[in-house]
């Protein structure tokens, strides 16, 4: 990839074609990540690329990437558009950011973010460096505003935080240290997987489970068209299936969790209705 990015760059060079040499603000991303700052806080006309993923299932802003052209993360693409900012989370690969500005392309890094105030440090930060910043602003606003309403509304109450379990298709659950447990507590809930297992991703313990049964239960891309599930997955276990038809389920889409960002809040908010809606009488035992 080297030699032809370098061999591409010479090329425009003696073209008279210059990696800044583009209307001002332009801007391309790299991954569906990436893209879906780019969607939300540049003008349309702006937007010289997006990733192949902008209008996947699992795009937030699938509607918005329509009709925009779709790049390859690969140098020789992003070089012959010459953008003035390069949005990445990890489109290109390693090295791909520091590739690209040997050759005069400023690229803006998103961390991966496992808190909300890492979204909102990383929202702040890529409308800043677009010249969006207003608007980066109002959008950090508006998810602390709702943010703030479900922990008004939570505040009221005096009975214990009800326990959830999350669950994606694979029978995967999320302790301590990742976003989806941010994601629960922020939603007034307790992660009842938050001190299980050895590493924060794993397999859902049906034992645990059997012993303790949570309140609530958080279903993760269950709506993924793409997923591909067979009967050993943990989540097809009877017991597993059996307390998501009998417990309260939250099914959360994709795209609201497939990039740890602002756009979060809509998830958060539907965890905390649920956690409002539930009836506080005795929970039943397994098997009654």
């Known amino acids: 990839m080297m030699k032809s990015a370098s061999a591409l760059a010479f090329w425009l ?11 001002a603000q332009t801007v391309a991303s790299l991954d569906f990540c990436a893209d879906q700052y780019v969607l939300a806080l540049a ?44 949005v990445r989370q990890w489109g290109g690969g390693y090295g791909a950011g520091t590739l690209l500005e040997r050759f005069g392309v400023p ?12 979204t909102r440090e990383n929202l702040l930060r890529v409308g800043a460096a677009m010249g969006k910043r207003e608007r980066a ?13 479900i922990v008004a509304a939570r505040s009221k109450g005096t009975e214990p935080l009800p326990a959830a379990l ?35 991703w794993h397999p859902i313990r049906l034992e645990a489970l059997a012993l303790a049964p949570p309140d609530i239960i958080v279903a993760g891309f269950f709506d993924l068209r793409s997923r591909r599930l ?8 009877y017991f ?3 307390q998501m038809a009998r417990l309260p389920v939250t099914f959360i889409p994709s795209r609201q969790l497939a990039c740890a960002a602002w756009f979060v809040i809509d ?3 539907a965890i905390a209705e649920t956690r409002r809606s539930l009836t506080r009488a005795p929970r039943s035992m397994p098997g009654e």
């Not at 690229?107 to 909300?116: M, N």
């Not at 995967?172 to 924060?200: I, K, M, Q, Y």
């Open 267 to 269: 998830a958060i908010e």
């Open 43 to 86: 003008d349309r006309d702006d937007i010289v690329g997006v990733s192949p993923s902008a209008e996947t299932e699992f795009s937030y802003f699938a509607e918005k990437a329509a009709g925009l052209p779709k790049i390859r993360p690969t140098a020789e693409e992003v070089l012959l558009l010459a953008p003035d900012l390069v």
């Open 240 to 242: 597993l299936q059996r």
């Open 166 to 200: 999350y669950v994606t298709p694979s029978g995967t659950t999320s302790g301590r240290g990742t976003f989806v447990h941010e994601v629960l507590t922020a939603a007034g809930v307790t992660n009842v997987s938050a001190d299980l297992g050895n590493s924060p």
């Open 13 to 23: 060079l003696a073209c008279g074609v210059s990696a800044g040499q583009a209307a």
């Open 230 to 237: 067979d009967n050993w997955s943990l989540s097809q276990h």
């Open 137 to 149: 602003t109002s959008l950090a606003e508006a998810m602390d505003a709702r943010l703030a309403r």
């Open 107 to 118: 690229v803006i890094q998103i961390s991966f973010a496992v808190t909300l105030e890492e």
